[in-house]
């Protein structure tokens, strides 16, 4: 090679990220067999792939958490992250990031995905790791290089790169120069690329766009600029010195051609990943890791094997772990290193420590999280990154087909949590079903593949409960009286309350006016308890809301009163008074702000008004180029599967938040339907 770019030191970790669809994973495959990691090249679509193998990921033909896989290259070690593309699974790539050294982003010359390429280049840009761009399925382009560079400048807020041009045989690309060698080199299937000689037009667009590169190199190097406006060729050395800075410095995103499927262009990407991508070293130092005696190292996953326990895909960031080592994470929590295996590659093979840069499957690690940071020191360390999964958008209730698994489904459940920290469950009080919330229709989908599959676990599934609620208009004042006599003590309570309506929002309140002890001073706590009992369910089968009770009367038995009596009798009196006081249905409405592409506005737009939405305005999205910010009021019943036709119409990329605004009367036709279908579900 020539150039001064010292050969790294330590295992390095590589990101595999992208859009959905774009050849992460037969990148992969093709990394894993060029290095001999792997005797023959996997398949996705054959089911034969290394990455990806999980039944539900087979099923799909897509990536539905990350895969890891080591291989060595020229002497040194390289793991791969592969990251699922879809938006519904990119918590797994999330977590995974903030511990890799740089990232290969898989693309491919498709204006449809420029939205998602942009939330994954944010993502990288926001964790400051530096990145390539490998633009993928080059053998099915049809626009000219510079053109697609146009197309998916946009996604990047640094300078997108050119390191090759393509070599046209007619509509064909036959192969590649690369500009910074200034070599030109012709396409094998599966073999290595054999060089050419560049002359004829190829030399002169290889000077024009070798010429582009080293402008865009030279906003960053004086010396280099004084040598372009003087026409003097810059020393080889030196530019590859300034692609590899630049790079680390987040000041240039490199682009690298290629085709997956073929293995073409693999190569060019490993040497270029060894020469140019920073090592440990780097990593930790970006990370604040200061290095010490005591091993500091990141989790990037956590898995539940069928019968083997938890394994927590770890990075080292530096020291030496040893099997046995008790580490402390900086959740507070303590555990013991139960073996350290080899990552990926088919056959699991056991070590006895891990260094700097190496990524490894630890056992045991039980109330160690992905995401943790921890350390063979005497105490905790701090969180190098905490990573917050993003507000879930889809829900389903659960319930067991077989009452009998109701147990086992909470422990799965909290296990599919603990592998993906974007599925939340929550036990509904009101309704006691169990309620999952994920990332979307795929994402649910799977994690009940996955409690079938690997819990053993069959659920019935159904949107979750609306929380509606009824209130009152009305005010009338009620006696409730409970009298009871069966032999020795009867039951004796008898109250006169005054019920009224609250201010929307208020709750619940309650207040006495009783004179002359007509009811005893300690039966009014249970009063009001009676009171709070008759308002969990109205005439209409809703929790009852926004009323005030008040007890102005009554009497009592010095012998068959009781704290019983007197609740039964105020629940009997709110019971009976609810109906007299016009109830009314509410729904709860909430305030949902979307983000999409401009694009899709106009859609999306028609999307809120079908669903009763109310939009209150929209904007720009503040720093992202492209997109724009859209806030409406929604029925919560019409925000059940908003997020499916959301994104269909913004091709994945687009999402939203919500937030509870208040409760508003539904009247008519909307609220019998609503009415009669709780009487039939009761």
Avoid at 258 to 266: D, Q, T, Y
Avoid at 354 to 375: H, Q
């Amino acid at each position: 090679m020539g150039h001064n770019v010292i050969s790294p030191r330590g295992p390095r970790c590589i990101a595999l990220v992208g859009p959905f669809q774009s050849g992460k994973t037969t990148l992969l495959e093709a990394i894993l067999a060029r290095t001999g990691a792997v005797p023959r090249v996997g398949s996705v679509d054959a089911g034969t792939s290394y990455g990806d193998s999980s039944p539900e990921s087979r099923h799909h033909k897509m990536g539905l958490s990350l895969t890891a896989a080591t291989t060595s290259f020229m002497g040194d070690s390289y793991t791969f992250i592969d990251c699922p593309g879809s938006v519904e699974f990119a918590h797994d790539m999330r977590a995974a990031l903030p511990a890799v050294d740089a990232a290969v982003v898989v693309c491919e010359a498709d204006e449809r995905k420029l939205p998602q390429l942009q939330l994954i280049l944010r993502e990288l840009e926001d964790l400051g790791i530096p990145r390539f761009l490998f633009l993928n399925k080059i053998d099915r382009a049809s626009k000219r290089i510079s053109e697609v560079l146009d197309t998916l400048q946009p996604a990047s807020r640094i300078p997108l790169v050119l390191r090759q041009i393509p070599i046209w045989n007619g509509d064909l690309i036959a192969g590649y120069v690369d500009l910074a060698l200034e070599r030109a080199f012709i396409y094998r299937e599966h073999k290595a690329s054999e060089v050419i000689a560049l002359e004829g037009g190829d030399l002169d667009r290889e000077k024009q766009a070798r010429f582009t590169m080293l402008e865009k190199l030279a906003d960053h190097d004086d010396a280099l600029m004084e040598q372009l406006l003087e026409d003097v060729a810059p020393p080889r050395d030196a530019v590859f010195d300034d692609l590899a800075r630049e790079l680390r410095e987040g000041l240039i995103c490199p682009v690298l051609l290629g085709s997956a499927l073929r293995e073409n262009g693999v190569m060019r990407l490993m040497k270029a990943l060894r020469h140019e991508a920073p090592d440990v070293t780097e990593t930790a130092s970006r990370l604040g890791v200061t290095a010490g005696k005591d091993a500091l190292a990141y989790v990037l996953k956590t898995t539940h094997l069928q019968h083997g326990g938890k394994l927590s895909l770890t990075r080292v960031l530096s020291g030496t772990l040893a099997d046995g080592d008790t580490v402390h994470a900086s959740s507070g929590e303590s555990a013991r290193v139960s073996g350290i295996h080899v990552v990926g590659n088919g056959h699991d093979t056991k070590r006895s420590s891990a260094g700097p840069g190496d990524v490894v499957a630890l056992g045991k690690l039980d109330t160690i999280k992905t995401g943790d940071t921890f350390s063979t020191g005497k105490t905790a360390p701090a969180a190098l990154v905490e990573i917050v999964p993003a507000a879930p958008v889809l829900a389903l209730a659960l319930s067991a087909t077989d009452r009998k698994d109701d147990v086992k489904l909470g422990q799965a459940l909290q296990r599919l949590s603990e592998e993906d920290p974007s599925l939340t469950v929550i036990h509904d009080s009101q309704t006691h079903d169990m309620v999952i919330w994920g990332q979307g229709e795929m994402h649910l989908r799977v994690a009940l593949e996955r409690l079938h599959d690997r819990f053993g676990v069959s659920v019935k599934s159904q949107p979750p409960a609306i929380g509606y609620r009824e209130t009152i208009r009305k005010s009338i004042v009620q006696r409730g009286r409970h009298k009871k006599q069966s032999g020795g003590h009867g039951q004796f309570g008898d109250v006169v309350l005054e019920v009224r309506p609250l201010p929307r929002g208020e709750g619940f309140a309650f207040a006495e006016t009783v004179v002359g002890g007509a009811v005893p001073r300690n039966y009014i706590g249970a009063v009001e308890e009676g009171a709070v009992d008759g308002l969990r369910s109205g005439p209409l089968g809703f929790p009852v809301v926004d009323v005030h009770v008040t007890l102005t009367d009554g009497s009592y038995h010095s012998v068959d009163s009781s704290d019983q009596a007197f609740r039964t009798a105020a629940r009997i009196g709110v019971t009976e008074a609810l109906p007299q006081c016009q109830p009314v249905l509410l729904e709860p409405i909430h305030v949902v702000e979307i983000v999409c592409p401009t694009d899709a506005t106009a859609k999306v737009n028609a999307i809120l008004s079908g669903r009763r939405g109310q939009i209150l305005g929209f904007d720009t999205r503040d720093g992202w180029h492209g997109w724009d910010l859209v806030r409406a009021m929604m029925p919560e019943a019409e925000i059940g599967d908003l997020i499916v036709e959301l994104r269909s119409a913004t091709a994945g990329a687009g999402s939203f938040t919500r937030t509870f605004d208040r409760m508003a009367e539904v009247t008519g036709r909307a609220a019998d339907q609503i009415i009669a279908a709780r009487k039939t579900a009761a």
